[in-house]
């Protein structure tokens, strides 16, 4: 059974900075059968939105809100995703979802959520 586990969630002023980390369990992030790792969020009232994405050749993509700001890295060692989140806005704000899409399987998998709460 697959099982992504987010941290590193919590409370931080406008223009801090916050680390996320994603473990996965039952699923190995850097194999030919994951085609993307990533992170989304979802604020209050709104739809869940990609925040950034690498692919399986590990080249990474962002949402243009967060470019700049915002780094992915993927530790192929602890088999975690990381995203790395810098001069954070009260528009961070919402719920990060830790993403992987298997190739063999017909849903994403997605972890339970972490809150990011950025004060201004």
């Known amino acids: 059974q697959v099982q992504l586990v987010e941290s590193g969630g919590g409370l931080v002023q406008a223009g801090g900075s916050l680390r996320l980390s994603c473990v996965g369990r039952?699923?190995?992030?850097?194999?030919?059968?994951?085609?993307?790792v990533g992170w989304y969020r979802q604020a209050p009232g709104k739809q869940r939105d990609v925040v950034a994405i690498?692919?399986?050749?590990?080249?990474?993509d962002y949402a243009g809100s967060v470019k700049g700001r915002f780094i992915i890295s993927r530790d192929n060692a602890k088999n975690t995703i990381d995203l790395q989140m810098n001069s954070l806005k009260p528009e961070d704000t919402a719920v990060y979802y830790c993403?992987?899409?298997?190739?063999?399987?017909?849903?994403?998998?997605w972890g339970q959520g972490t809150q990011v709460t950025v004060s201004s």
């Open positions: 039952g699923i190995t992030f850097r194999t030919s059968a994951v085609s993307a």
């Open positions: 690498i692919s399986s050749g590990g080249s990474a």
């Open positions: 993403y992987a899409r298997r190739t063999d399987y017909p849903r994403p998998d």
